[in-house]
């Protein structure tokens, strides 16, 4: 299941999982929403290899300000702590499958 962080547990989780997937969303965002299910999916999938992680930028402005969220959905994939790859809005399953095949 999605980890939901915040300011405070959001490095040592990218330090526990060498790969995270990183979901920055807001509530009430109708495409944030939308993707939930694809990311689900992609959880279920990369069980094991790829954690997911979500995090709220209405309640975690400044961890949203560190990493220059501008919109949501924003998708982070991380490789030991680096950012490796970024995505910004909608995506398809094909999209997203694309994404992180490229970025790993």
């Known amino acids: 299941m999605a980890e ?3 300011t405070e ?3 040592p989780f990218l330090k526990v999982h060498p790969v995270v997937l990183a979901d920055f969303y807001k509530d009430g965002c109708v495409a944030c929403r939308r993707i ?8 279920s999938a990369q069980a094991g290899q790829t954690a997911l992680a979500r995090v ?3 309640s975690n402005l ?13 998708l982070i994939l991380f490789r030991d ?6 995505h910004r809005g909608v995506i398809t399953k094909d999209e997203l499958d694309k994404f992180l ?3 790993l």
């Open 36 to 43: 939930a299910p694809l990311l689900a999916q992609v959880e």
């Open 62 to 74: 400044a961890l949203a300000q560190q990493y220059e969220i501008e919109a949501t959905p924003t």
């Open 101 to 103: 095949e490229e970025a």
């Open 81 to 86: 702590g680096l950012e490796v790859s970024r």
């Open 56 to 58: 709220n930028t209405s």
């Open 4 to 6: 939901t962080l915040n």
């Open 9 to 11: 547990t959001f490095a």
